[in-house]
């Protein structure tokens, strides 16, 4: 065997550590989707107290004037709290009750793209000045009659923010995992430097991780009150830096020149952040780029020759530069390189990765490290020679 399939075979996972990996992570999903649940069903209680309050303000029998509204006065005769229902016109000519119209919009079942096209002037924050009362109400009868759409359904306003709410949570899901497992990966990589010299960093961008008390559903917690920031970059003894962004996810850079090293870490963030989506041979002319890693969780066993496949936009070829996966979770059967018949792990698409870690097993918050020393002795390795330490 090869040395790269020696280094890789040991990032393999049982199929007991893959199911407590899967459940350490999940946990943590599930208590960032129950926390967005109960806030969502706390703006759907919101709603009604919201709009209740200009109930007592508004006339729903005068036709004529619900009518410049595109109301019918059919439509709320013998209704009550017509007010939840549809927005009276009141609402659109009073700079006062502006404030409302966006709830209006929320409860109307229109996209957002949808809503900026058809109903320009009602998605503005505040009541347009320069634009007269029969263009407003002309908007707000358009509106009307997605609202009297939604009331012929049979649902209530305060449904459909919690519609609407739980769209949101679940299509934040595969975000927010990746933030979970970035945040890990910046765990493993501070402990991994801190190791390799104990003033290895000189200056941090961003929230330096703990190195204890890190599991999945710890880091949530440290991230759900929304003041703190994940760590973004490591600036290094060595002058080199460590960026955590996106497309890569992890970037070991240095400034090409004597001189020219970084005073910050925000100093190199900002620089690869500007730098990252331009062509390579532009970036290499200002930039050493000594690794590129990609973190990925993939907790679905069965989809990892998929997986396997993604990366950045360049091979390490094109990149000219050394790439690095750090994933969970990776089975033995995948990474095993004497395993018959297909072995994408070590296939023409994989070629993109000189090195490949078990994200896990690096993270270490449960004693993972210690039980995979071997495995964590050559991220170390690979970290030093990456960083110059």
């Known amino acids: 065997m090869s040395s790269f399939e020696v280094r890789a075979k040991r990032a393999a996972m049982s199929d007991a550590e893959i199911k407590k990996f899967v459940s350490d992570f999940t946990e943590a999903l599930v208590e960032l989707a129950l926390r967005e649940t109960y806030n969502i069903d706390q703006n759907a209680r919101g709603f009604g107290v919201e709009l209740d309050s200009v109930a007592d303000s508004l006339d729903w029998s005068d036709s004529s004037s619900l009518s410049a509204a595109g109301i019918d006065v059919l439509w709320v005769t013998g209704v009550d709290d017509p007010h939840r ?41 505040r009541r347009p000045t320069d634009v007269p009362d029969y263009r407003l109400l002309a908007e707000a009868s358009v509106l009307n009659r997605y609202l009297h759409l939604v009331r012929n359904s049979g649902l209530t306003g305060d449904r459909i923010i919690q519609y609407q709410g739980d769209l949101k949570t679940h299509g934040r899901g595969q975000n927010q995992s990746g933030q979970i497992g970035a945040a890990g990966a910046s765990v493993a990589i501070l402990a991994g430097l801190r190791e390799i010299s104990t003033d290895a960093i000189r200056d941090i961008y961003g929230t330096e991780p703990p190195l ?18 994940i760590a973004k970059c490591y600036l290094l003894s060595s002058d080199r830096a460590v960026v955590f962004s996106a497309d890569p996810d992890v970037a070991i850079i240095s400034r090409i020149g004597g001189g020219r090293s970084y005073n910050t870490a925000k100093e190199a963030y900002d620089e690869w952040s500007m730098l990252k989506r331009q062509p390579v041979e532009n970036r290499r002319s200002i930039l050493h780029q000594a690794a590129l890693g990609e973190v990925k969780t993939a907790l679905d066993p069965s989809n990892l020759h998929e997986r396997l496949a993604l990366g950045s936009r360049e091979n390490r070829i094109e990149a000219g530069s050394k790439r690095f996966l750090m994933m969970a979770v ?60």
């Open 85 to 125: 229902i549809y927005m009276h016109p009141d609402i659109v000519t009073s700079r006062e009750r502006w404030k409302h119209v966006s709830t209006y919009l929320q409860i109307s079942m229109v996209s957002d793209k949808s809503v900026r096209l058809l109903l320009p002037n009602l998605t503005r924050r």
């Open 212 to 229: 204890s008390g890190n599991s999945p559903s710890d880091l949530v917690r440290l991230m759900s009150p929304g003041d703190y920031e």
């Open 330 to 389: 990776l089975t033995e059967d995948i990474l095993d390189p004497e395993r018959p018949g297909r072995r994408a792990i070590y296939g023409r698409d994989a070629q993109r990765f000189e090195d490949i870690f078990n994200l896990y097993f690096l993270w270490g918050y449960d004693g993972a490290r210690g039980e995979h020393h071997q495995h964590w002795e050559d991220f170390k390795t690979a970290l030093q020679r990456w960083t110059g330490l």
